[in-house]
Each structure stands twice: as C-alpha cells, then as structure tokens.
C-alpha cells in the first residue's frame, strides 16, 4: 500500500514537470505588458539622510502626491504636497527641492522637444504656506532654484531669465536669443545629444551669479524632416544639425552678476579655434567657475577655474588621448576645492584625486578593470563610493574606498548587476540587483558595511508566471575571435536537439563602448530572443573589439576605422559558430538598430557568403550624414579620413550583396535622419538588388507609438520565418501535396 501511494506521488510531481514551462510567448505578450517588472518609483533622498521622497499618483482619485518615507521602517511619514489640495494645479509629472527643502518646483503640461529636452509648465510650491507660485506664463525650459531658494533661472525662447520669489519680478538675462540662430543657457541639438545635457547654465554658491553657455548656430547648416500628420499637407520640421565635417554652433563662456545686472564674456589664456564646452560647473568657491573646453578632435580636454571676481583664468588640468578623451559629470569639488575625476589614462577608467592646483594627489582605484559609476563622496567618512565591473566585465558591483586608497569595501553581495542611490548622508543605499536569471530586486542596505536591512520589492509574481513558459536559459560563455575572447552569450530552443541542425540569429549592438552581453535581466527584446528560440532558432549575441568595459585598447581599437574590425569579428563569430554540430551554417542571419543596423548590412555585405540574411533597423549607412561630435570622435572629420567614412559604408558595398536584406526606418528621426536609408536604398537599386523595406511614418528613431511596436516586431520575425526558419520550404511542400491531389 505504502509503495502505490508512493508511486502516485511520482506520478504527480513528473506530471507537474511536463505540464510546467509549455505556455509559448506570443509577440502580442512582449508588447502588451505581460512580463513588466515591478519597478521602484524615482526617489529624492532628503537632506537629513532618514528620509526620502517619491512621487506617486492614485488612479482612483487621479491626484498626485510628494510623499514623504522613512529609510528604516519604509513606511510612508507624510504627504508633503497633494495636487487635490491645489487648486490651480490638476496634476503635476516631476518635482525638484529647492536646497533648503522649503520649496518644490512642480512639472506639468510637459512636452517632448529631443531625446532630453522639454517644455513645460512649471510653479513653485512652498511648504511652510502652501502657497503656489507660478514661474511663468509661457512654457520652459529647465528651470533651477538658486542654492539659497530664492530664485529661479530658466530658459525661454532661447534666452535665460531669473525670477525673484521674493519681489515676483522677473528679470531677462539674455535678449539675443533666436530660433536656429542664438541659443542661451540651453543646449543645441548635438550637445544635448552627445554630451548628453540640456542645461547650459549654473549657479554659484552664493546665488549671486549665473555662469552660461551661448551657442551660436547662424552657421550650422539646416536638417528638414517632413511630418506627416493628418492633415491635408505635410509641414516640415527644421532644425540645426551640424554633420560630421560641417559647421559646429560657435561657443561662448558668459557670467551673470545678478547684484550688478551686467554679464560679462569669458576669456582664458589659451588661443582655441573649433572647440567644445562640454561642461561648466561653479566650484566651492563662489566666485570661481570650473569648465572643460575640448578640441574639435576631442582628444584634448583642458579643465579651467575662472575667478570670476579678478576676470582671471587658470589651466588646473589637461587630460591627451591617442583616440578621444572622455567627458563624465564625476567632476567633484571638495571643501578645500580639491577635486575628484575620472580618467582612462592608465588603461582603465578610474578615480583619482587632485589638489585644487591640478596636482595629482593619489589614484584612488587600480586594477585591471573598470570604474563604471561613480556615486559620490561621504566628507564625514572620506569615503568615495562607486560601482565597477571587478567581479567580471559582464557583472557590475557596488563598492566604497577612502579617499586614500585604502579599505575597499565591496556592498553589493550578489553576483550579477547591481546598481545603488545612495541617502543624502550616506548612511543608506538602496540596491537594485537583477540577473540573466533573476528579475530585479530592490532592497535597503548599509553604507558602510552593506548588509541587508530590509527587503523592499521583488518580481516574485514575475518568476511565477515565467515557469509556465517556455524560457531557456542563456548561457554566458567566451568566444576567440581574432586573437581576442570575446563574451558571448546563447539561447537555445527550450526543446533543444543537439543531433539536429538548427538556424542562428545573432544579434548586437557593437558601438564603441556599447554593451549587450551583461548579466541582467530581460529587455523586451530578450522576450523576443526567446520566442525565436520557441520557433527553433539558436540566438547569439557577441560583443566585439570596439565595446566597453574591457579597456581603453580594447575600445578604442577600432579609432579611424568605424566598422572594419567590428565587422570582422562579427562575420568570424558567425563562421566559428557555423562550424558547430547543432548550427546549420547556411542558415545565419543578423540583426541590428541604429549602430546595430550600420553593423548588421555590413555583415550581410561583406560576409555573403556566411550570412544568409540581416535586418537593419534605423542604421547609420554613411557615417558622412551623422552628426560631428559623435562621428569625429572616433573618425576624425571627413576631410581628414575620407577612407575611414567610405571603406566601411554599407552603401559602397551593395554590390556584394547575395542575401536577403530587410531594411527599416521612422521617417521623423531626427537622429539618425532617414536620409541614411534612402540613400541605402538608391544604391541598392542601381546596383540592380533586390531587398525589402519599411518606412513608418512620423516615427522617430526608436520607432513606437500606438500599434508600431508590435507591426514592427511581427514584420521583421515574419521576415526571419520566410529567409531563415523552415516556414518558406514547409509552405511549398504543402503547395505541391494540394497540387498532387487535384490531379
């Protein structure tokens, strides 16, 4: 009796096994939210380190709320601001703290201009009276408290303006600003892009000065793009974009005296011609400014201080590279105004530590391996804390160190990718950790030690539902290639047979200092990376030389050569990978977006006889039509390296190709402009090859928006289905059966 109960349970637990994991993911799940990961709301860590903020919104009521939590229990304290309280004010979408925490800059009506830009609606909320203050009538742009709270500068139309919350009053800094012409204290369109910031102003310590950054685009020729609408005409959206080799906005160095009125031109003591500022930023000291001014060619950064009082300047600090230096926010002042910066100079990214006169104190963190965040500096403590790939190239940790050196301290436990906010003073940090095979988790941990004090979320429900599907494992592993071994990972179908030949799909990025094979967890492109592989398709991803987080050679090799060695590796990988039992080698196919798609024609063009077909999303075909600083940083201008532009263009190898080839673009890509495709396009079409393509109206460079996604995602798998699965052969047998029997 005790041996049939026993096999029943045998039973049971095996019929358990089978009916486990056989749910197949749909395009439909990946696109409709089905394996969204709960997500911890963006906080504000408040100043006294106990406590922090977050914005939240009730979808019953539709208010939105501040709300005030404790770091240690996690249980919220307070609601700081109700829109439900204010009546003018039905919403807002973000917030800002004045220094003091006795304001709040509220957002709403915001609107997307670039990548980074908005305008919007903006009022400041104080806490002490509840009143509502509105910054201005108009729409702006980056509005930012004063350190003392007493004032708010920000962009409009093109000029800067500072408002008084005392008096109410609100004062024109700048009256020269003009659409596509002059631009104060904001942006232009590649520095907001490349040097990845909007705001071109700052404030002093003392609130009494306001250093910006004037850009003067009359020269920067012009990019249109058509808008499509709905209307019965097209209109036409046109803005400044200097491509590689053309005219850059002329840059100015101008400070603000708000007790005086009067602005005055910066002027340092070095003749600069062509240049950037891709920085500004006031020191401890409030009459002296930091900024970085960089050569055209971008592998000369000069850090300045400018005493703004005695209209003197001083080179502190000149960093020289082979290939390009690179421009981090890690620049950090001390209260002697000594200062913390990150540098590849030794080979790998790391910290070091200067005097205030530009002399090299000590180098805080060695070793072969690179610093990939930097998150602060504890002056209580001296204690720098940072996040770095140590444990791994594909893994990230958070550690801390002295400023010395000494006592290196790694807080993150787990092996995968960890990431941490720290509290205002240090003592807290709350760790977001995920893996390949573990969905994020959110906990609250020590500074100093980094032992766990409490949980706050995880995607159990997520891994739950995950153990219905068919979800295969990806497996990390090492490639050589080119003398080099280079990480790879793999998925395999669920079912998979190593006695049968299957088709590969590789996928990848490969812009310099780019990453796709990381141990974290899924993108919604992974979701579609496993149901190929639920389709019977082997995916693979390889990151070449050019990548990141590896080292300086390694990133850098591919300088003045865009695309060759990336390339090579790519087509290598497919041939070493093509040699294995279970990979049917006339079945390997490519996939690419943006650099991805620049990659992924090459490949089908110069590697036809190893890749059967590639898809290129939004790729870059001629490095001639993107813009100057990302393109000259690594090729130089054209004039300079015509065969660095021309060796490696898709388009002046169309004449290779064998292939199948689908080629897709937004129309409204103010990035990478669809003019890259057209060009493609007529090229291919004079060569007399036959390929297909997809433009998707007014859709930007990442191509969504209502129903885009998912078209976008079935047209391409549809695609692969009929060039590289078994779709198109198994379709013609079962033409012939149908065509056999009507005879």
């Given amino acids: 009796m005790k041996y049939l109960k026993f096999s029943f349970q045998i039973c049971l637990f095996v019929t358990t096994i089978l009916t486990a994991q056989t749910k197949e993911i749909t395009l439909e799940d990946i696109w409709n939210g089905t394996f969204r990961t709960e997500r911890m709301d963006a906080l504000h860590s408040m100043a006294n380190g106990q406590q922090y903020s977050v914005l939240n919104f009730d979808r019953n009521t539709r208010e939105t709320t501040i709300d005030i939590y404790d770091y240690k229990t996690l ?4 609601t700081l601001v109700n829109s439900g309280d204010i009546e003018v004010l039905d919403y807002f979408s973000d917030y800002t703290f004045s220094n003091d925490e006795t304001k709040v800059l509220l957002a709403t009506n915001e609107e997307s ?7 919007g609606n903006y009022y400041v909320y104080n806490v002490k009276d509840e009143s509502l203050t509105s910054v201005s009538e108009d729409k702006i742009q980056e509005p930012t408290f004063s350190p003392d709270g007493l004032k708010v500068a920000y962009g409009r139309n093109n000029n800067l303006y500072s408002k008084d919350l005392i008096s109410n009053e609100t004062t024109q800094i700048t009256f020269d600003g003009e659409k596509n012409k002059i631009i104060n204290g904001i942006t232009d369109w590649v520095y907001e892009e490349e040097f990845k ?26 990019f249109s793009m058509d808008v499509y609408g709905t209307g019965l005409y097209q209109t036409q959206h046109v803005f400044k974009y200097p491509k590689a080799g053309e005219a850059n906005s002329v840059v100015s160095l101008h400070i603000y005296d708000l007790d005086s009125n009067t602005t005055h031109q910066v002027k340092v003591n070095k003749a600069y011609n062509d240049f950037y500022i891709p920085r500004i930023k006031w020191t401890k000291d409030a009459d002296v400014l930091s900024a970085h001014y960089m050569n055209r060619h971008q592998n000369e950064l000069d850090l300045w201080f400018i005493n703004a009082k005695t209209s003197t300047s001083s080179l502190i600090l000149t960093e020289t590279d082979k290939a390009y230096v690179e421009v981090t926010d890690n620049l950090t002042f001390l209260k002697d105004n000594s200062f913390i910066w990150t540098s590849e100079k030794d080979g790998y990214n790391h910290i070091y530590h200067y005097s205030k006169e530009g002399d090299l104190i000590n180098q805080i963190t060695k070793g072969n ?52 906010a720290f509290s205002a003073d240090f003592t807290y940090f709350i760790n977001t950790f995920s893996s390949a095979t573990t969905p994020p988790e959110y906990s609250l941990n020590n500074a100093s030690s980094g032992n766990l004090i409490k949980s706050i979320k995880d995607n159990d429900e997520l891994s739950k539902l995950l153990l219905d599907y068919k979800i295969s494992e990806k497996e990390f592993s090492t490639i050589n290639i080119n003398g080099n071994d280079l990480n790879m990972w793999m998925i395999k179908p669920a079912d998979f047979e190593t006695n049968k030949k299957h088709p590969l799909f ?30 019977g398709y082997i995916i693979a991803c390889v990151d070449g030389r050019g990548t990141g987080f590896k080292g300086a050679a390694f990133k850098k090799v591919t300088q003045k050569e865009l695309g060759k060695y990336e390339v090579e590796d790519q087509i290598e990988a497919a041939k070493k990978l093509g040699d294995l039992p279970y990979i049917d080698n006339t079945r390997i196919g490519i996939w690419g977006w943006s650099y991805g798609g620049f ?44 065969r660095g532009y021309d060796d490696n263009s898709p388009i002046n190898h169309v004449d290779r ?32 090859k036959q390929f297909d393509w997809a433009i998707y109206p007014d859709k930007k460079h990442s191509i969504y928006g209502g129903n885009t996604r998912l078209h976008l995602y079935k047209k391409m798998t549809n695609f692969i289905h009929e060039k590289l699965g078994d779709k198109s052969k198994n379709e013609k047998k079962s033409e012939i059966k149908v065509i056999e029997l009507k005879q």
């Fill in 75 to 78: 249980e919220k304290v307070n």
């Fill in 113 to 119: 201009i670039f990548r980074r830009s908005t305008l």
């Fill in 197 to 222: 910031f909007v705001r071109a102003f700052d404030w002093n310590a003392a609130s009494t000065k306001i250093a910006f950054i004037r850009f003067d685009e009359t020269e920067v020729p012009e």
């Fill in 369 to 420: 391996w690179e610093v990939t965040d930097y998150y602060g500096y504890d002056e209580k403590t001296n204690t720098i804390f940072y996040q770095s790939v140590e444990n791994g190239s594909i893994n990230r940790a958070v550690y801390s160190i002295k400023l010395n050196g000494r006592n290196k301290t790694r807080l993150s436990k787990k092996t995968g990718t960890n990431a941490a």
């Fill in 506 to 535: 590789m996928v990848q990025y490969s812009g310099p200092g780019s990453q796709e094979v990381a141990n974290h967890w899924n993108s919604a492109n992974d979701y579609w990376f496993q149901y190929l592989a639920q389709q």
């Fill in 599 to 642: 990659m992924s024609s090459n490949c089908l063009f110069k590697g036809n006889d190893v890749f059967k077909m590639a898809i290129a999303v939004a790729p870059v075909t001629s490095w001639r039509f993107y813009d100057t600083i990302y393109t000259e940083r690594f090729l130089g201008t054209p004039q300079e390296n015509p």
């Fill in 657 to 688: 190709l064998k292939g199948d080839f689908l080629l897709i673009h937004g129309s409204a890509d103010d990035n990478v402009h669809v003019q890259n495709t057209m060009r493609l396009v007529e090229a291919l079409i004079q060569a007399d």
